[in-house]
């Protein structure tokens, strides 16, 4: 079994390498973005979870390139700060939400774990598909409920085993069996006991998703982002590229990847 997994737990691996850039993070978000099959994508279907007119104050954690802000829907007047561990990220998160014509977004460079924000300065927190990278994630929530105003509400996306494992399956029948720690360290289960011992309220949403993928190309940039893809050999690549030739020629020209995600909302303190 590889390990190449323990790198996307890993925070220097995650800051410095994986996330330096929006590079990695857009060949998977354009995947989803293209091949989707639900009626909206990630971003509208959970930012419809929000109760938007009790919202003033915004932190976005691990807000990668800020692509939950590229909805029409959303008043321009928000109070957004985005923050995550990477200061590339930061900046381009910025550049984006600056472009979507938000009023004097905020930026900073810290960790989930311990923000230097004040005791109830949101109304919402959003922190969406980035718990898994979290050495302690039940820190960076307590933080969550530090920072939100009594009354406010957090959104946390993430997924469960089964993500995406036709792709999963593709990837180690080409570089060897690996684990997918990411999928079960924040998982529903895991995560919703998690969640118990911090928030009084906690609604879990199933996002339902399907991707039909019909090139082999986004495929590959997709499976190559990130380990063990990303550290397959020339050999193990040219294996990688056939296995999902075959499984889009199988699929009548289309290789279907089931998703497991959705988001938990969640508000209050437990008791
Ligand atoms: C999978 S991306 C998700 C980005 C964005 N939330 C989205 O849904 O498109 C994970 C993001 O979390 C950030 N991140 C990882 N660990 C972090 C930590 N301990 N504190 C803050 N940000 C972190 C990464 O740099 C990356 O931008």
Do not use: K
Request: aromatic share 8%; hydrophobic share 45%.
């Amino acid at each position: 079994m590889t390990s190449a997994d323990d790198l996307l737990r890993d925070p220097e691996y995650v800051r410095s390498v994986q996330y330096a850039t929006g590079r990695n993070l857009a060949a998977r978000s354009g995947l989803h973005d293209v091949y989707g099959t639900a009626a909206e994508p990630f971003r509208h279907w959970e930012a419809a979870l929000v109760d938007w007119p009790a919202v003033e104050t915004v932190l976005d954690v691990g807000c990668g390139t800020a692509r939950f802000w590229d909805n029409p829907t959303l008043s321009r007047s928000l109070r957004i700060t985005l923050a995550d561990s990477s200061a590339g990220m930061v900046g381009e998160a910025l550049a984006a939400v600056a472009g979507h014509g938000y009023a004097a977004p905020s930026g900073a460079t810290c960790d989930a774990q311990s923000l230097p924000f004040d005791d109830d300065s949101f109304d919402l927190v959003v922190a969406n598909h980035m718990l898994y990278h979290v050495p302690d994630p039940a820190a960076a929530l307590r933080e969550f409920r530090r920072v939100l105003r009594p009354g406010g509400c957090a959104l946390v996306a993430t997924n469960s085993p089964g993500h995406m494992h036709q792709l999963n399956a593709a990837i180690a029948e080409a570089t060897g069996p690996f684990e997918q720690r990411l999928n079960e360290v924040f998982g529903i289960d895991p995560a919703e006991a998690m969640l118990r011992g911090i928030f009084g309220s906690i609604v879990w949403h199933t996002f339902v998703n399907a991707l039909m993928v019909t090139s082999v190309d986004d495929l590959l940039a997709y499976a190559t982002s990130f380990p063990p893809g990303q550290l397959a050999d020339d050999a193990q690549r040219t294996h990688l590229r056939a296995v999902l030739d075959q499984a889009v020629f199988d699929g009548g020209g289309r290789m279907r990847i089931d998703t497991r995600t959705g988001a938990f909302v969640v508000a209050g303190a437990a008791t």
